[in-house]
């Protein structure tokens, strides 16, 4: 199970933190994904990181803003959200990618097996 939380209304240019909270004793075997999804827009690739927190990658609209990082003690991953825009208003979601050899691109929502109940961030102008 996965808890994002952290979301909120921020002005632009502001920062957030999501957090996202995994139960079960597994969670550092797994890569894990944040997705985000606006009003009207199909469900759209943040961010990846691996399981040892080693390894991470960006959608091109996030990179130099966005931080994902993660405590395999805490069971919990974080997306440091920098320098906001209203472009980045959407609903947040994590995800657990369970088989990162499977072929299917990071970046596609189905490479992904288990996601969170999302959280709002809305940015102002």
């Known amino acids: 199970q996965l808890q994002a939380s952290g979301g909120g209304l921020v002005q632009a240019g502001g920062s957030l933190t999501l957090s996202c909270a995994a139960s079960?004793?597994?969670?550092?075997?797994?890569?894990m994904g944040w997705f985000r999804q606006a009003p009207g827009k199909e469900r759209e690739f943040v961010g990846h990181?691996?399981?040892?927190?080693?390894?991470?990658y960006y959608a091109d609209s996030v990179k130099g803003r966005f931080t994902i990082s993660r405590d395999n003690a805490k069971n919990t991953v974080y997306l440091q959200m920098n320098s906001l825009k209203p472009e980045d208003t959407a609903i947040y979601y994590c995800?657990?990618?369970?088989?990162?050899?499977?072929?299917?691109?990071?970046?596609?929502?189905?490479?992904?097996?288990?996601w969170g109940q999302g959280t709002q961030v809305t940015v102002s102008s």
């Open positions: 995800a657990i990618r369970s088989d990162p050899y499977s072929g299917t691109s990071k970046t596609r929502t189905d490479a992904y097996d288990y």
């Open positions: 079960g004793r597994t969670f550092s075997r797994y890569a």
């Open positions: 990181i691996n399981w040892g927190g080693l390894s991470t």
